[in-house]
């Protein structure tokens, strides 16, 4: 059963995080907020650093060791990477969501490579930084719609396509990407490969100007006629009909509790910073009751408890994948809670604090503007929200769209 403390193994990966978050993130997080597009170059040292402190340990703050782990050789109840890497990231967004998008190695793509590649391709793509490929102009939500072509030519594949808002798009030393090998067949024939950057036939056609994580670079990529290597396909090549979509689907039971952490991180940076900000005015004495304290002191404790919810349900759905259990309900109910709460809370201290919350000599602006994302990729609110319907009341994606 799963144990509410933190484990006291990843305690001291939780310091450094956090150390990193206020010491090399926070200095940094208005600087890159002004200037998007221009590369973060402080996180190269930075990357380098946690390499280091990260080499032949399976536990680490990033998402290039969250992965379904193997039970055969376990037993009992695991505290594995999946959890090691939620806490890890709930520290450094309590530093700057942006900024740890952007780190070097640390992308959404080394999640997919992590949740579905063979042992073989786990070696041979390790320590690249990969980003994650499959929203396209005319399919966002329903990923099984992409149009985006693999035909097989000897050894490789041929990629026909156009992706787009693809983080670390441009920085990435490479892409995996989702494409289908028989559109007839619909989701089953749909999957993931990873495109090195400097492939003939892949250019990156746009960069994106966002509302927030300004520090994360957002491209477009277009894909014509760009040959792959047939090794390059992640997972199974086989097209399995009976399993459908379920291969490259995996991915997101592991990223969506990631990006919880994240939602659960950035919150507790507007909580702590508002929390500061009012101390002149908000007593903060948990003993009394709600009916006698300021609305202010009521607003903030509403939100703490909101923080803590999003933060158990994530922590579960992480939980989950380590002890491979089947966590996909709960790893979309973790995200669409999480997301929502980070964007309500982030909005409420911006207005709790008055002046200092809108003004930009303060990163609480800057907060909610960066929590909107969370609420959207790897699947929006609504999306999440379908996902837990049809888990709960056993209805397939054809029967409850
Ligand atoms: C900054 C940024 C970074 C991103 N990074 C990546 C990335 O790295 N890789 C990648 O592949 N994609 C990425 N995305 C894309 C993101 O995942 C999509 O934007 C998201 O999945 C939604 O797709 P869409 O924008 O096409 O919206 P649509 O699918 O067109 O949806 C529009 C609205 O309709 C709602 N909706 C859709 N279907 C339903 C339904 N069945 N029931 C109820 N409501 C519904 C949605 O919730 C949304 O509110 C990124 C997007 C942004 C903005």
């Not at 032949?56 to 505290?79: D, I, L, M, W, Y």
């Not at 999640?111 to 320590?127: C, H, M, S, T």
């Not at 995200?335 to 919350?357: N, Q």
Request: with cysteine.
């Amino acid at each position: 059963m799963i144990n509410l403390e933190t484990p006291r193994k990843f305690r001291g990966l939780i310091a450094q995080a956090r150390q990193v978050a206020g010491q090399y993130y926070r200095p940094i997080s208005r600087k890159y907020d002004l200037a998007e597009h221009d590369y973060p170059k402080e996180l190269d040292m930075l990357a380098a650093l946690l390499d280091g402190m990260n080499a032949g340990s399976p536990e680490s703050a990033g998402a290039r060791t969250s992965k379904r782990q193997s039970s055969e050789h376990e037993e009992g109840v695991r505290n594995g990477s999946n959890l090691s890497t939620c806490l890890g990231i709930m520290e450094l967004c309590w530093g700057d969501v942006g900024l740890l998008l952007a780190m070097p190695r640390q992308g959404l793509g080394n999640a997919a490579i992590a949740a579905v590649a063979n042992d073989e391709q786990l070696k041979r793509f390790d320590g690249i930084w990969a980003a994650m490929a499959i929203t396209e102009p005319d399919c966002g939500s329903d990923s099984a719609a992409i149009r985006t072509t693999a035909v097989r030519d000897g050894d490789h594949y041929v990629l026909n396509g156009e992706k787009i808002f693809v983080t670390s798009g441009a920085r990435a030393g490479a892409v995996v990407v989702w494409a289908t090998l028989d559109k007839g067949l619909g989701r089953a024939a749909i999957k993931s490969f990873v495109v090195e950057h400097g492939t003939p036939g892949m250019e990156v056609t746009r960069l994106e100007k966002k509302l927030g994580i300004k520090a994360s670079d957002t491209a477009a990529i277009r894909f014509s006629d760009c040959r792959v290597p047939a090794e390059n396909l992640l997972g199974n090549p086989e097209v399995d009909v009976a399993k459908g979509f379920a291969g490259v689907m995996e991915t997101f039971d592991n990223t969506r509790p990631m990006v919880a952490a994240m939602a659960v991180g950035l919150a507790k940076a507007s909580l702590d910073r508002a929390r500061e900000l009012l101390q002149d005015h908000c007593a903060l004495d948990y003993r009394k009751p709600l009916l006698s304290v300021s609305h202010a002191e009521a607003q903030l404790y509403q939100l703490e408890a909101e923080w803590e919810a999003s933060r158990l349900l994530t922590l579960k759905a992480a939980w989950m994948a380590d002890n491979r259990l089947p966590n996909s309900k709960e790893a979309s109910m973790a995200k669409a809670k999480a997301g929502r709460m980070a964007t309500d809370v982030a909005l409420k201290c911006v207005e709790l604090c008055g002046l200092s919350g809108y003004g930009e000599d303060e990163l609480l602006e800057k907060w909610a503007r960066d929590a909107k994302i969370l609420d959207i990729f790897e699947g929006t609110q609504q999306v999440q929200l379908l996902i837990v319907a049809r888990r709960l009341l056993g209805k397939s994606s054809k029967e409850l769209k």
